[in-house]
């Protein structure tokens, strides 16, 4: 049994996290944290979980976080993270981080995005937390960046074909997000009236998301990958769709396409390669760590559109942590993760 910290416990990723874990098998939830919260039970903020959590919220006090637990997770916002992992790791804790802060291996391209980085070295260090890419790194790492729920979405769904050598270095990844993606504080261009009936792509050429997706990608394909990324925001709580418009290098088949992803694909536990004339749907992967993964072939064969869905709270965050967690526990490494999508 593993004791886990969950710092940030109070927003939309550390609730999903603790929903998770609390279901875990091998791990116990023994730290929660919030400046807002501290001093009330979990389940007095969340009645939803009344007799499943009434663990006390704490302030996020890292002497005491490291007296009750070996591994934490941290669900901060980006920039936050960076001073909780180094304090932690000092004292001997695994870390999960959430944020961004140590996705990027170039401090340089962090300064550009994120501002300067504290602790540069531990960015050396982090391993990229996405199982499907680093699986072995994972599980000996101590310190994991969890991937973005974009980048996910959008590498998952190109790296076959990254790998492989088929796809010209050029993307568009067209992606749509519920609106949970934003976190849990206010701001007023999330309210209710700002969002419903409405769609709107935001950030375009300026999405911090975008030199993730480079990094991985360009790894994959041994060259330069550049993404044209362009986000939107959905009326919907949870759930990524992306559409990514690739050229080919050569003429394919349907077949040859299918045969690409089935190669990369059909050990993984938690990716659904469906079948031609099936597209993905975000409901159809809502409360799951599943990724669906739609083809489609121009006529030419020389174009493709490939679609990708996931819950952004689960395999877009919380779930691929605790997958990690998995991995990094040497434990089965869908423990806890084995729900099916919740329809409608
Ligand atoms: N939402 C998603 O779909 C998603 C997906 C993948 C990755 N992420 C990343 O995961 C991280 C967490 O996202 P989220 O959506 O869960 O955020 P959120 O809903 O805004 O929650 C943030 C949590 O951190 C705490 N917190 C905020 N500032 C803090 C500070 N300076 N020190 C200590 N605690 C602090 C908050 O509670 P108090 O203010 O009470 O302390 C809250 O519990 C972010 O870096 C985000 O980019 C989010």
Redo the contacts with the bound molecule.
């Keep these: 049994m593993t004791e886990v910290a969950i ?9 999903e996290l603790v929903r998770i874990l609390s279901r875990h098998p091998q791990a116990k939830l023994a730290v929660l ?6 001093g009330k039970l979990y389940s007095q903020v969340f009645p939803g979980l009344l007799q499943a959590v009434d663990l006390p919220i704490t302030n ?1 006090d890292f002497r005491a976080i490291a007296k009750k637990a070996e591994l934490a997770f941290l ?4 920039s ?2 960076q001073d ?1 992992a180094a304090a932690l790791l000092k004292l001997g804790l695994k870390v999960i981080d ?3 802060d140590f996705r990027l291996k170039s401090a340089a391209v962090y300064k550009k995005w994120y501002g300067p980085h504290r602790y540069p070295a531990l960015l050396k260090e982090a391993v990229y937390g996405l199982p499907e890419l680093y699986r072995q790194k994972i599980a000996k790492a101590r310190l994991v960046a ?1 991937p ?2 974009y980048p996910t979405s959008v590498i998952l769904g190109l790296l076959p074909l990254a790998a492989k050598g088929v796809m010209e270095p050029e993307v568009i990844a067209d992606s749509k997000s519920g609106v ?6 206010p701001q007023p261009s999330l309210h209710f009236c700002e969002i419903a009936e409405n769609l709107r792509a935001y950030n375009i050429y300026g999405h911090r998301h975008t030199p993730e997706m480079e990094q991985e990608l360009s790894a994959a394909a041994r060259a330069r990958v550049r993404v044209t990324f362009v986000p939107h925001l959905v009326p919907m709580n ?1 759930g990524i769709l992306s559409t990514l418009y690739v050229k080919l290098k050569k003429k394919l088949s349907l077949d040859n396409l299918f045969d690409i992803f089935r190669e990369s694909y059909q050990d993984e536990p938690f990716l659904r390669l469906l079948p031609p004339g099936t597209l993905p749907e975000v409901a159809q992967v809502r409360g799951t760590n599943l990724t669906q993964i739609g083809l489609s072939l121009a006529p030419s064969g020389r174009e493709a559109v490939i679609t990708s869905a996931l819950d ?2 689960v395999k ?2 919380a779930g691929a942590a605790v997958q990690n967690f998995n991995l990094m526990q040497g434990l089965p490494e869908s423990s806890a993760l084995e729900s099916l999508p919740l329809v409608p």
């Design positions: 710092v940030g416990a109070t927003g939309y990723t550390g609730m944290t919030s400046r807002q919260q501290a996020p669900c901060l916002p980006h936050e993270s909780a959430l944020s961004a969890n973005g729920c949970s993606g934003a976190g849990r504080s949870r952004n709270l877009g965050a």
